[in-house]
């Protein structure tokens, strides 16, 4: 278990902040190195052409060490959906094949696979139910192109045996794309026996970094694909920048050649390098048994309320959602939010995702709360 790390963060001591999934919190040592890479854009001499190239990498560094891939693997991206948009670019589609995703996918998760299939004549199917695996895999046939997943549905929490889908997919040639956005950073994941064709990952989330970042891993088998972008970083040959108008005819290594334009964000991109440190310092693995183990405290605390939430079985360790009752005030979510607690709804789900800031004291708050208005 990792003790509460309440220090590290800029947090007051009375508000209950359990909404990880909405956003994580940069930790107090994460804004500085933003701050520290927006003064030096004040005073441009100090950002030397190295420094295009060097926080980049250690970021891929540090995505490969979280998935078990190499730096080569990792493209830096904007969103979630800019990701998904190089995956959809460089993953063949034909009339009559089949799209699979999950009922409610997140809609960057969506509306790309929607468009492609308009544009192709492809269909989309809808996986769904209390087991998604099962749905994922019962969904898969001869016919799938794509199969458009996640590790747990922002939702409600439910979880996807990853090794079931990628095992349907291979079993019938089909690609797998990942979004990781809710999982990323607090549950295990290897692309190792997965073998994904592209992961993607916005880091403002369960990777407790900057908004407008993103991480994306490519297998081998797309090194040679087409970016969404034609920009001059992405070129070899980039780093001497005396010679950018001997135009270069070749990216750059890898998965570096679906990196977003101004990749090298001398804000952003520190702060992405410091949240995934500590993350990987702390480890994913320890990251998940501490926040699976104090979630279930939540839910037995939740069911003498009557909150009932998804099965243990069913839902992944790190996300909490319970099922709201009839007679719950449809402003649950903002009265909460008067008593200092945050949370999240879905549906009729309340989605409770604490971390390794959430104190003994904050989960008093939250109960309490939930007393006086449900
Ligand atoms: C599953 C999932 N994917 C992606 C995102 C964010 O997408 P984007 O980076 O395209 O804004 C969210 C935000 O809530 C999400 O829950």
Redesign the pocket.
């Known amino acids: 278990m990792i003790p509460v790390q309440r220090h590290l963060f800029d947090i007051p001591e009375d508000v209950a902040y359990l909404n990880c999934?909405?956003m994580g919190p940069l930790m107090k040592s994460v804004a500085a190195a933003a701050e520290e890479g927006a003064r030096r854009k004040a005073q441009p001499w100090t950002i030397k052409p190295a420094d295009f190239f060097e926080t980049p990498e250690r970021v891929r560094g540090l995505v490969a060490q979280l998935m078990n891939a190499t730096a080569d693997h990792i493209a830096i991206v904007p969103?979630?959906?800019?990701g998904l948009a190089v995956a959809a670019k460089n993953l063949p589609v034909k009339a009559g094949e089949e799209i699979v995703l999950a009922a409610d996918q997140?809609p960057?998760?969506r509306h790309i696979w929607a468009k492609i299939a308009a544009e192709t004549g492809a269909r989309l199917v809808l996986a769904d139910g209390e087991d998604l695996t099962e749905a994922f895999v019962s969904c898969i046939n001869e016919r799938t192109s794509i199969v458009a997943a996640?590790a747990c549905r922002?939702t409600d929490g439910r979880k996807i045996d990853l090794l079931e889908v990628s095992k349907a997919c291979r079993q019938n040639n089909a690609a797998l794309v990942l979004?990781l956005?809710?999982s990323l950073g607090a549950q295990p994941f290897s692309v190792s026996g997965i073998d994904p064709d592209f992961v993607i990952a916005?880091t403002y989330?369960w990777l407790l970094g900057p908004y407008s970042c993103?991480v994306l891993y490519v297998a081998d088998r797309h090194f040679d694909g087409e970016p969404l972008e034609e920009g001059w970083m992405n070129r070899a040959g980039a780093e001497n920048f005396a010679n950018l108008v001997d135009y270069s005819d070749t990216y750059r290594a890898g998965a570096r050649r679906f990196d977003m334009g101004e990749v090298a964000n001398f804000a952003a991109l520190p702060a992405v390098a410091s949240a995934l440190a500590q993350i990987n310092d702390w480890s994913v693995d320890n990251l998940y048994s501490t926040l699976s183990q104090r979630n279930l405290y939540l839910v037995e605390r939740a069911k003498g309320l009557g909150l009932v939430p998804v099965s243990e079985i069913e839902r992944a360790g790190h996300f909490l959602t319970l099922g709201l009752q009839d007679s719950a005030p449809a402003d649950l979510v903002q009265r909460l939010a008067s008593d200092n607690v945050y949370v999240s709804q879905r549906g009729r789900s309340l989605r409770i995702t604490p971390h390794v800031w959430t104190t003994p004291s904050d989960e008093d708050r939250l109960f309490k709360a939930l007393e006086r208005h449900i």
């Open positions: 999934a909405y969103s979630a959906s800019y997140f960057s998760n996640a922002w979004d956005t809710q916005a989330k993103g």
